[in-house]
């Protein structure tokens, strides 16, 4: 069975700083996708960056990127010049693209709450 | 694109009422639909995974009876918490998948914030 962690419950940054959000999990499976999602207090999960396990290259979307290291099972989440907007908690997730049932569950971390200060 | 409606937003009920939450798909067509439970400052914890026109899979733990889930439509899928308790009160949450989407990724709804007195 797969399983995500992540081992920061609460972080804080600086307003225009940059902080890193961790995630490991743990597979036997080759073909899966990651995922961070965002949950600011309105509570709608919004997509923060994807990652395809086959693309060695991280990926990135304007200030956030990921430091995907497949052979070490981590994916963490970096968000530069930090906005107050980013306060939210951070979900790391797991998607298993060889899932029998075809069904494409995804495994979510416990999050971290994640607060920009001004 | 790839909307994806709850309604209610927010709902309060008695105990021992039946409350029907619904999730929409507005400009996709969701093969299947995740339903999800989040206590406060918590993870998501999965329910049930319906695909259209069949019967939803639960997850361990989960009361088929109690939380019926129907998925009748590519764009509709609804979860009635039977015989509400303030046990049941939550934050539920939908999500759908399908092609016209990214591969497999979910799609969330908003949420609906149910409270039982």
């Known amino acids: 069975a797969q399983t995500v962690t992540q081992s920061q419950p609460e972080m804080s940054v600086q307003e225009a700083e940059t902080v890193t959000l961790s995630c490991t999990y743990d597979t036997s499976e080759s073909n899966y996708y990651l995922f961070w999602y965002k949950q600011p207090p309105s509570r709608q999960m919004i997509l923060v960056i994807r990652?395809?396990?086959?693309?060695?290259q991280n990926a990135t979307e304007n200030r956030f990127s990921v430091n995907f290291q497949k052979a070490a099972k981590s994916f963490s989440l970096k968000i530069s010049d930090s906005q107050l907007g980013d306060t939210a908690m951070y979900f790391c997730?797991?998607?298993?693209?060889?899932?029998?049932?075809?069904?494409?569950?995804?495994?979510f971390g416990t999050g971290t709450r994640l607060k920009v200060l001004a | 694109g790839a909307v994806v409606s709850q309604h209610p937003s927010w709902v309060i009920c008695k105990s021992g009422t039946s409350v029907k939450i619904e999730c929409r798909s507005l400009?996709?067509?969701?093969?299947?639909m995740f339903w999800y439970r989040q206590f406060p400052k918590q993870s998501l914890m999965l329910m049930a995974t319906?695909?259209?026109?069949?019967?939803?899979?639960?997850e361990q733990g989960v009361e088929k009876d109690k939380f019926l889930i129907n998925h009748a439509s590519l764009t509709l899928s609804t979860l009635t918490v039977t015989s509400a308790h303030p046990e049941d009160s939550s934050f539920y949450i939908c999500?759908?998948?399908?092609?016209?989407?990214?591969?497999?990724?979910?799609?969330f709804g908003p949420g609906t914030r149910l409270t039982v007195l």
């Open positions: 400009d996709f067509q969701a093969t299947t």
């Open positions: 999500s759908a998948s399908g092609p016209g989407g990214r591969g497999n990724e979910q799609f």
């Open positions: 997730a797991f998607m298993n693209l060889g899932d029998a049932s075809g069904t494409y569950k995804y495994i």
């Open positions: 319906s695909n259209e026109g069949s019967k939803a899979t639960y």
């Open positions: 990652q395809e396990a086959y693309k060695q």
